[in-house]
């Protein structure tokens, strides 16, 4: 019977830093041999033969294509490009031991004289305890530069003066997690393909029949706070109007809307945040039921230098959103405050890391939607989904995948839960931030923390750094930045924004007013000259090319002699004739310049 093997003596695993910490120890006289293998856990001949140089031979077996060195230092680059936002895969370490092999002068032991896959899976186990495959997360480069620890500082101590001056400090856990709220938007696909299929061997290409034209995308805007209380979500189409059939079946108390772009808008975020938001805020009882009864200008905590809070009795509600336009709104701004709800922006270029609905609701959620896509192909051999079992579809996902958990994880990961703290945002998202600086850093310059014994020699380090560094042609001196265009959207603040105090009210208002007055005062667009050809539909065809009918007098060509006698000209782009009396004409037009009907120019 076929079994996996098992070796019968279990070696002794001890890590690459353990022997360096071991190694410097009997360097420094700390102990002897056997004193210090036994502290780090090492056996004694292997320390000793390291110690000694009879052998720097890491693991048995038979000899690598490289010294244990050479690889000690491939790993390092890997490492420190990674951490750069500049991850490597197979192709990429192989082509660089590849360039390396043919720089030195030893003899080239591989095939083709470039490593293969044998040797790539072999160097993967051999620093199995440092390497792993991963597949990676595209982030744009203002993500990346826009994630720095200033930033991420910043916006902690904008979200704890925002806490202690609204009150929030002084509540339970339990009744500040009802309080703070995280809105966003996100799209999902319409189809879905299969990753792996079975299929024939031997098939060079395997068909997925799917309906419709492409891949087509549906918005939904979701809500929900730190304690994993959710509001119905927001579904938004791409259409001129919205038709009743295309809101059953969905979760109970869901809004609809339509957008001519199919993405949120400013009409679209008014109507969610005024007829979803506010009225359940209000079901919870956060918020006053009657919001007229609160005056404008104290109704919300205005956030100030000072560190002093003001007494609250009752401190409201406070939501988080990124700071795109169509969520600056000056009517949402206004309800907001006559509701007590404090509306904050997130810090640009930064919701992978400081949205809780980013960090924990989405990930699950599409991986959940993924498996619905598949679930509704199978049951329906195929058929495409439309706006009319999209809410059903929505439902079940709500169903499966909106834990409170998530949400609760979200908010606790993003570090606005319990407390604002940077230390919950992980170091590892805002390490390629100050790493990549305009093109002024190389690999080969950038030290890994976790830095090995110095036992490679400089020209090992040289050769392998130089040839990584190749892989990416990043110029010592940055490009020169061009000029930015002028925008008429609103600007933000770097660090995050209240929206909802006096002064940034007034300087959005302000901003609104330039945008309206720019865009009534900007110029109308010149007309074209000369005929313009129009679209005509199929029956205005039909009825109006009549080649015996005048179509400014109406008269026929058969009605009399005295008709025949006149001249007739023809339109190019309609095909309709006209009397030259009735088209204005007084001599012929050249055959270069087509005449065109009053209609068409």
């Known amino acids: 019977m076929v079994r996996k093997y098992q070796a019968k003596k279990t070696k002794n695993k001890f890590s690459d830093e353990a022997l360096q910490m071991a190694l410097q120890d009997l360097k420094e006289k700390k102990g002897s041999i056997r004193k210090v293998a036994a502290t780090y856990g090492i056996p004694s001949s292997t320390l000793h033969d390291h110690y000694t140089g009879v052998s720097t031979k890491r693991y048995g077996g038979p000899s690598t294509a490289l010294t244990y060195d050479e690889e000690r230092e491939i790993v390092q680059s890997c490492i420190v490009l990674q951490e750069m936002g500049f991850p490597l895969d197979r192709a990429a370490v192989t082509s660089v031991v590849a360039d390396y092999m043919k720089a030195i002068s030893s003899p080239n032991p591989f095939a083709c004289d470039a490593p293969g896959p044998d040797w790539f899976l ?4 051999r620093w199995k305890t440092t390497l792993s495959q991963r597949k990676p997360q595209h982030l744009s480069r203002k993500r990346a530069k826009g994630l720095t620890i200033e930033t991420v500082s910043n916006w902690m101590e904008l979200a704890e003066k925002l806490y202690r001056q609204a009150g929030l400090t002084r509540l339970s856990k339990k009744e500040l997690s009802k309080r703070i709220w995280n809105c966003d938007e996100t799209a999902f696909a319409t189809t879905s393909t299969s990753k792996w299929v079975i299929a024939r061997r031997g098939c060079k290409s395997i068909y997925e029949t799917m309906a419709g034209s492409g891949r087509e995308y549906i918005t939904v805007h979701w809500c929900g706070n730190a304690n994993g209380d959710k509001i119905p979500p927001y579904v938004l189409y791409k259409a001129q109007h919205l038709y009743s059939i295309w809101t059953l079946g969905g979760p109970d108390g869901s809004l609809y809307g339509v957008s001519t772009s199919g993405w949120m808008e400013k009409p679209n975020f008014q109507s969610w945040f005024t007829k979803g938001f506010i009225p359940h805020l209000k079901r919870l009882k956060l918020i006053p039921m009657d919001m007229l009864s609160y005056q404008e200008d104290v109704s919300v905590v205005e956030c100030s230098n000072s560190d002093d809070y003001e007494d609250v009795s009752d401190p409201g509600v406070v939501l988080f959103f990124d700071g795109h336009y169509s969520h600056i709104n000056l009517d949402v701004i206004k309800a907001a405050k006559k509701s007590k709800i404090t509306l904050v922006t997130l810090p640009p270029n930064t919701t992978h890391a400081l949205q809780p609905l980013d960090v924990g609701v989405f990930g699950p959620m599409k991986k959940a939607w993924k498996q619905i896509l598949q679930d509704h192909r199978r049951k329906t051999h195929g058929r495409g989904i439309d706006k009319t079992v999209f809410p059903a579809l929505i439902k079940d996902l709500c169903k499966k995948t909106l834990k409170p958990s998530h949400f609760q994880s979200g908010f606790r990961c993003a570090g606005l839960y319990p407390e604002p703290k940077a230390s919950a ?13 305009d093109g002024s850093k190389t690999p080969s310059k950038s030290p890994h923390p ?10 090992v380090k040289l050769q392998l750094r130089h040839h990584f560094s190749k892989l990416f042609q990043i110029s010592a001196t940055p490009k020169a930045k061009s000029k930015p265009k002028p925008s008429s959207r609103i600007p933000l603040a770097h660090y995050g924004e209240v929206l909802t105090t006096n002064e940034a ?6 901003q609104e007013e330039k945008r309206q007055l720019a865009k009534a005062s900007k110029a109308p ?7 313009v050809q129009t679209k005509v539909t199929q029956t205005e065809v039909q009825e109006d090319r009549d080649e015996n009918t005048c179509q400014g007098c109406k008269r026929a060509f058969e009605d009399d002699e005295e008709e025949k006698q006149q001249t007739w000209v023809g339109c190019e782009w309609c095909w309709r004739w006209f009397h030259y009396d009735c088209a204005g004409l007084t001599d012929m037009p050249e055959e270069e310049d087509p005449w065109a009907c009053p209609t068409c120019s």
């Open 122 to 125: 072999s160097f993967m186990k």
């Open 425 to 437: 945002i992980p170091t590892s998202l805002l390490a390629p931030a100050d790493a990549v600086a």
């Open 505 to 510: 009210l007034g300087r959005i208002q302000e």
């Open 450 to 459: 976790r830095t090995f014994s110095t036992a490679s020699t400089p020209a």
């Open 525 to 531: 667009k010149k007309k074209r000259k000369g005929p």
